[in-house]
């Protein structure tokens, strides 16, 4: 199961985004800091990855109300930051989110209080982000597609 799903590199940094076909609640919390500590060993290895060198591009429209959950949010930055001591992250960009979640923001921005100098919540990045995404979930669909047919 993957929880994130690798984008493209752009200079020498990774992008990422989460796997918002996942539903949270099917799995132990448990299962799911296991799966995500294991993935990120498997992208740093992969992608070579030093310091600061990710970056996590975020939809707060796209995840699913069940998977809105905070407490675990909170013990997945703890894990991450536990097992990788190492800072990675460049950036967490959070590039769209609808009106009702609007209030979850400053929430959200406590509980990365150590990594607010890493946030950033800006619609505009949207215009950039989307066309990515969408050509990326493309190939995606036309690869798995031709491997299926094969």
Known sequence: MRFFIYLQTIGNKVTIYPNYDISYS???????????????????????????????????????????R??????????????????????????????SVSFLLPILKTIMINLLSKLIIDKNYKKVIAPLLLKHTTQESVEATVSNNL
């Not at 294991?38 to 939809?59: C, G, H, P, R, W």
């Not at 013990?75 to 990788?84: A, D, L, Q, S």
């Open 26 to 68: 099917d799995y132990t919390d448990a299962f799911i800091l296991d799966s995500i500590i294991s993935q990120m060993k498997e992208l740093i290895a992969t992608y070579n990855i030093v310091d600061e060198n990710i970056i996590f591009l975020l939809d707060l429209t796209r995840i699913r109300p069940e998977n809105m």
């Open 70 to 99: 905070l407490i675990l949010l909170n013990k997945i930055i703890g894990r991450i930051r536990e097992r990788f001591p190492q800072d990675y992250l460049y950036k967490l960009i959070i590039y769209d989110y609808a009106p």
